[in-house]
């Protein structure tokens, strides 16, 4: 599967700390994203890094990409209360396959604690 | 507003019956696909479909069926087949003329079986 998967589960933090999440994934990529969701919600595209890129900024969000070890990780920095949600990450199979098709990791539920 | 509207928010079912969900894009979009996602889960595609009268699996089709007849339209039926289609169903879409690898997501609509 090429399915991303976040570490860790679950990240609890006070305001104003940097918050980090992980995602691994297993194939080659074209590009991979990272969407927010709040509790009952749908999902909310945050970045995208293509391939040939390794750090994006985006306001307090900070992605990196490593395709050598195929994982990526987001920085939240001086996280908020209004930061609390789930974060998931999702990749883009290599062209060839069907373009548009997302596979999403299980999340990793962030509360920032005022 | 341009966006995705999914109908409706809560819907219940007994056992046996099908239901249709509804989604509605305004965005000019080409592309629209239905995700499942169950607790603590990531989200699983269903159906996708890139052009009108078009569309294919995903990875859950079985149970499903989609219909897209208008570019703006498309529906999803979870029919009486599916064996446990207690979830949150989420419906999205994407510009393939510019595609930017970008989903736009509706606030989905959550079926409880009962």
């Known amino acids: 599967s090429q399915q991303g998967e976040e570490d860790p589960q679950a990240l609890s933090i006070q305001e104003g700390e940097n918050a980090t999440m992980n995602c691994s994934y297993k194939?080659?990529?074209?590009?991979l994203q990272w969407y927010r969701q709040n509790s009952g919600r749908g999902l909310v595209h945050l970045i995208l890094?293509?391939?040939?890129?390794r750090e994006k900024h985006s306001g307090r969000l900070r992605v990196t990409l490593d395709t050598s070890k195929k994982s990526s990780s987001l920085l939240i920095t001086a996280s908020r209360a209004a930061d609390t949600a789930s974060y998931f990450c999702?990749?883009?199979?290599?062209?060839?396959?069907?373009?548009?098709?997302?596979?999403f990791g299980r999340g990793t539920q962030l509360t920032v604690w005022p | 507003d341009g966006g995705i509207t999914q109908s409706p928010k809560y819907l219940f079912r007994k056992e046996g019956q099908n239901v249709t969900l509804s989604c509605e894009q305004n965005?000019?979009?080409?592309?629209m696909y239905w995700y499942r996602q169950d607790p603590g889960q990531g989200l699983r595609l269903i159906y996708y479909?890139?052009?009108?009268?078009?569309?294919q699996k995903g990875d859950i089709a079985e149970g499903y069926s989609v219909s897209r007849e208008k570019k703006e339209s498309f529906p999803l039926t979870v029919t009486s087949a599916q064996k446990n289609p207690t979830a949150f169903y989420l419906c999205?879409?994407?510009?393939?003329?510019?595609?930017?690898?970008?989903?736009?997501f509706g606030e989905g609509s959550r079926l409880t079986v009962l």
């Open positions: 479909s890139q052009i009108v009268n078009d569309f």
């Open positions: 194939t080659s990529i074209n590009n």
């Open positions: 965005l000019n979009h080409d592309a």
């Open positions: 890094i293509r391939s040939n890129e």
């Open positions: 999702a990749t883009e199979a290599d062209r060839g396959s069907t373009l548009g098709r997302l596979y």
């Open positions: 999205a879409s994407s510009n393939m003329e510019s595609f930017t690898g970008e989903l736009f």
